[in-house]
């Protein structure tokens, strides 16, 4: 095995150090009782070219944006990642190092995190952020149960606008630790439904948590909600599930957000079916030592040289165990750095030319599909990269009949929002070119007749 | 004695943001094609504050400089005890970069992604026999993501059972997640001592109907096996609570035994240790769950199904604790551990396991001489060493920035929290004689030096770029971004 260099005079030595006379002996602590006495049933080993032949056949049988036109997003986008991006993370100095626990020789994960917090909190409008959460939907989860031991309240409103994969998660975290959840609705213009939420919200409120563009493409009122929420002495927990927005919003902490929660894949970071993605984090200052997860800060060595350390490590879960503010470990660290490479490759003018680009290209593929006879947009809201649609003829007849022609036209929404068989979220980004969204209407105009 | 470390060119880097200049421009973006379109004014920011603005070259060396103040596998040894720092293979990350895994949207319709559910569908069936679980969950993202799923498929599972109970029986040698992701579940910790290996009696000790699990390691953070393993399953399963393992340390048992042979009823696996999946300087890992079939109807939803033909997501389980994620887990981790594990075959899975003990007991034999052994039953996959019989005022810390000036990434220090000064060392399978050889002189000497000269060591590392750090001093004023 090519991974293993041991020879067996290099194990025959070895033992003989040991003093032992077989690699068996040494499992002599493990009762005969609970051996495996057979081989594992496994498939033979696959040499290194047989086993890129199966991977690449694995991968054939995968729709891809290359294979169709693709204009599916709902938390997870196709944007262009530079080349730089994989080329750097490939440096194994970078993608080996196991978590920086030794900051002489980890300055380079080190200095990269703090960077990261920096963009992060210059994008949110906030004051810290950490080092990096599981995905967008934990990251969400993390930010309800921070709200919660801040305000030390047990109710929390959840916007149904909101991803409903995001909504599942914070169910799951709070499974077992009696808050309550409740769900506010949206309203015709598919915001968070504002005289529901002014209802709800009272004195045991913890937090309110709407997405920030909102799982169907809406901007919410961040401001008004934000407002609503600090009148009853809730927090705010904005989830951003597309950052690429934040390239010409107002940040959510300009807007009154507590805690901004989001998902960080669309920098730089690879669809995979859906992971690894990057949970983004960021708080205000005062909120500092409950916050979950790592955080870099900046100090000096014995020489006065600046460098950058793991800090506030009394939070987590290695020095407090079961007082920590999360169990959280291991996050995504390599996730958390193509994203600050990203970041600094596109930079203040990039990142505005991305979202302006994704807001254009969104706009017109809007007013082309509301223009077809048999298709409207159900809501009134503004959006940004991507929004629902309306067939009458249904979502899922719509979809397969775009799927026939080579395109994966949405995202049926009513396997989440009974009652909505019509509807589908349809997402554009710069990767999608004009020829190719008059593609999409050409043939969604194809089938309506 | 000849060392590894050396000192040689290092190039200073600034802070991203120092090196930006107005204007300049680091990416290309085709022309919009389409009339440009404008936020209504309300929502509208200004340009982001702060943003840097470099060439794409500016971007690249930056990044190049900073990989070369860190240490990696691939640099050398990195024998951080219970992390299983083992060599990354790099066909791995090859076949991870294949456009079609790479650039499967998480929402393509089930037929168009049948080669992402097969490889899941294979990986779980591969965990599950590999474990001796019943069947396998792939969502969660770490290990102590997988600790919480676990936690909360037993709570769920005993609740079904309408056996509400509160307590959770956690030893003194967990790791902190442990109990960290127990609270999480709303249990309260009941923490039980065990000396080296936790005996069945001391558990009877505290278990009662009150206690929902029992959380262990094995083997435990000393690099020893749970040698009364079975006989704590009975007495926990006895009083009706159910067995948690932490599966950190599965590197010892690939094809030797198996957790769910053991009486355990969940575990979780790292597949960034055991699997060979790098770390990342942090993550991203992969935490699977594996469960007995009577708490599988618990995991998270979906779990992938095959059905005659074809794989599909199955989100009909009622009794399912709902999701920890969004989507199914990190994809990304779990094609380079099956590419591991197809690399590997059952042969090489056990041989792995194999030489990570002999190469943990070869380190063992070596030191235990010099250096204070504080459990002297046999060594699993790593040994835990203590600074006691250190002599020159040195201890752990010292010793760990010693061994940076040799050129080795310390071992795991001060954990487990059982073993004052605990020197946790794990070599993993990958590392041949010849540098264990190397890495054992450079204990030695450094244990010397501690008589003889222990200012090396009280000032170490001395061939880094930088010293060591004021970490008093970052956290009483925390500075977490870059102000200008």
Aim: charged residues 20%; aromatic residues 8%; negative net charge.
């Amino acid at each position: 095995m090519r991974y293993i260099p041991h020879t067996e005079e290099d194990i025959r030595q070895m033992l003989e150090t040991v003093g032992v006379d077989s690699v068996e002996a040494l499992f002599e602590g493990v009762p005969a009782a609970v051996r495996l006495n057979r081989l594992l049933e496994l498939s033979a080993p696959a040499a290194e070219s047989e086993l890129l032949r199966e991977f690449g056949r694995l991968a054939a049988r995968n729709a891809t944006a290359a294979s169709h036109l693709s204009f599916l997003g709902g938390g997870a986008y196709n944007h262009f990642i530079p080349a730089v991006v994989d080329q750097l993370i490939s440096r194994s100095e970078f993608y080996t190092a196991y978590t920086p626990y030794q900051p002489e020789i980890s300055q380079g994960t080190l200095q990269a995190i703090f960077e990261y917090q920096t963009l992060i909190c210059q994008l949110t409008g906030m004051d810290a952020a950490n080092a990096s959460m599981y995905d967008g939907a934990s990251s969400c989860a993390e930010g309800v149960l921070m709200a919660v031991r801040a305000t030390r309240r047990r109710k929390v409103l959840l916007s149904r606008a909101l991803h409903p994969e995001y909504r599942a998660t914070v169910a799951t975290y709070c499974r077992y630790l009696e808050l309550e959840l409740i769900e506010v609705s949206f309203d015709a213009a598919g915001r968070t439904e504002p005289g529901e939420l002014e209802r709800l919200l009272d004195k045991n409120t913890a937090a309110v948590v709407t997405g920030y563009p909102n799982f169907f493409g809406v901007i919410e009122d961040l401001a008004a909600i934000s407002a609503a929420a600090h009148d009853c002495g809730a927090y705010l927990v904005a989830a951003v599930q597309e950052p690429i927005a934040l390239g010409l919003l107002k940040s959510p902490g300009e807007l009154g957000a507590d805690i901004v929660a989001g998902e960080g894949q669309s920098f730089g970071i690879p669809l995979s079916y859906g992971g690894p993605y990057l949970g983004f984090f960021a708080a205000r200052k005062k909120d500092l030592r409950s916050m979950p997860g790592r955080l870099v800060g900046e100090t000096v060595d014995s020489e006065g040289r600046r460098g950058f350390v793991l800090t506030l490590a009394t939070r987590e879960q290695h020095i407090r165990r079961e007082k920590a503010t999360s169990n959280i470990c291991s996050n995504e660290g390599l996730c958390a750095l193509m994203a600050t490479i990203y970041l600094s490759l596109l930079g203040k003018q990039g990142l505005r030319e991305v979202a302006q680009q994704n807001l254009a290209k969104a706009e017109y593929a809007k007013e082309k599909i509301a223009a077809l006879p048999g298709f409207s947009l159900p809501f009134a809201g503004p959006t940004f990269n991507e929004f629902v649609v309306e067939a009458q003829e249904g979502a899922d007849p719509v979809l397969g009949r775009l799927e026939a022609r080579g395109i994966l036209g949405g995202i049926a929404l009513d396997r989440w929002y009974g009652g909505m068989p019509g509807r589908f979220l349809v997402c554009v980004t710069e990767q999608n070119s004009r020829e190719e969204i008059d593609g999409l209407v050409a043939a969604l105009a194809g089938g309506a007749q | 004695m000849k060392s590894l470390g050396t000192t040689g060119l290092i190039l200073n880097e600034k802070l991203i943001f120092e090196h930006s200049d107005p204007g300049r421009k680091g990416y290309s973006l085709p022309a919009l094609d389409v009339p440009e379109a404008a936020l209504p004014a309300e929502l509208a920011r200004e340009e982001v504050s702060g943003f840097p603005e470099l060439s794409e070259v500016d971007v690249v060396r930056h990044f190049t400089r900073l990989s070369t103040w860190n240490y990696g596998v691939d640099s050398g040894l990195y024998p951080l005890g219970s992390c299983t720092m083992k060599y990354n293979p790099k066909v791995n990350e090859v076949a991870a970069r294949l456009p079609g895994l790479a650039g499967v949207h998480p929402y393509a319709p089930e037929h168009l992604a049948q080669g992402a559910l097969s490889l899941m569908y294979h990986l779980q069936e591969a965990l599950a026999e590999i474990s001796g679980f019943a069947c396998v969950t792939l969502q969660p993202a770490a290990g102590a993501h997988g600790e919480l799923t676990g936690m909360l498929v037993i709570r769920a599972c005993l609740e079904a059972r309408g056996d509400s109970r509160r307590k959770v029986i956690i030893p003194d040698t967990a790791h902190g997640t442990n109990p960290a992701s127990a609270v999480l579940c709303g249990y309260e910790v009941v923490p039980v001592a065990s000396d080296g290996i936790l005996s069945a009696a001391a558990v009877a000790a505290v278990m009662d109907e009150e206690v929902a699990a029992l959380m262990i390691t094995n083997p435990n953070t000393l690099g020893l096996f749970e040698s009364e393993i079975t006989e704590i399953c009975d007495v926990v399963h006895a009083k009706g609570g159910l067995v948690y393992c932490d599966g950190a340390n599965l590197n010892a048992l690939l094809g030797i035994a198996r957790p769910g042979d053991m009486g355990i009823d969940v575990m979780h696996f790292n597949l960034h240790k055991t699997f060979a999946t790098p770390h990342g300087g942090g993550g991203p890992g992969a935490g699977p769950v594996g469960v007995t079939d009577e708490l599988a109807p618990f995991l998270p939803v979906p779990l992938v199904v095959k059905e005659v033909d074809a794989f599909r997501l199955d989100y009909d389980r009622p009794h399912s604790v709902g999701r920890v994620k969004a989507f199914y887990g990190n994809f990304g981790i779990l094609v380079r551990a099956w590419a591991y594990i197809r690399s590997m075959g059952p042969q090489g899975l056990r041989h792995a396991t194999a030489m990570a003990v002999l190469n943990a007991n070869y380190i063992r034999a070596r030191l235990e001489g010099t250096w204070h052994l504080p459990h002297r039953r046999r060594s699993m996959h790593e040994v835990v060493f203590s600074d006691r019989d250190l002599g020159g005022d040195c201890h752990t810390l010292d010793v760990a920035k010693r061994l940076i000036d040799y050129g080795y990434h310390p071992p795991t220090i001060y954990f487990p929290l059982v073993v004052k000064g605990a020197i946790m060392i794990e070599p993993t399978e990958t590392e041949c004689v010849e540098v264990l050889d190397e890495f054992c002189d450079a204990m030695l000497a450094i244990a010397r030096e501690a008589q003889e000269n222990p200012d090396l060591l009280h000032q170490a590392p001395l061939k880094t770029r930088t010293r060591r750090f004021d970490e008093t001093a970052a956290a009483r004023n925390p500075r977490l971004k870059w102000e200008g």
